[in-house]
């Protein structure tokens, strides 16, 4: 069984939408509508504490923005950001917008993620 964390970034890909968002980053971080790439990722890239943390485990991984997410037929009822558990196609909230909106830190993300990815998974049914 292969289990993918699916990473979804409440910001939409593209060069354009990438200088939109360092800008907004950099001039006004506070209103900036994606905790999960304000957290991970500085105006020059993913943060290098992440990805040693990334790396450290033992699963593969999907990182997508929203219009990416939709793209992909992922046309879940999710409120983003979300960092989601994919296994047998089957795909389960692991961190909902709603926690991961509520973390200050990298720290802390690094060890909410750590501790729900010991749990048991919870259903995207119960989230809504």
Known sequence: MT?????VYNADSGFANAMVDVAHKLFSPGTYACNLCQLTHSAFGMRDRWRDF??????????LHRDEFRVEGHALAVELPAILRRSNE?????IAAEELNAIV??????????????????SLDSQG
């Open 3 to 7: 289990t993918t964390l699916v990473f």
């Open 54 to 63: 990334l790396e450290s485990l033992n699963y593969e991984m999907e990182f």
């Open 90 to 94: 089957e795909m389960n909230v692991l």
């Open 105 to 122: 830190s990298l720290e802390d993300l690094m060890a909410v993620l750590g501790k729900k990815l010991k749990g048991p998974p919870s």
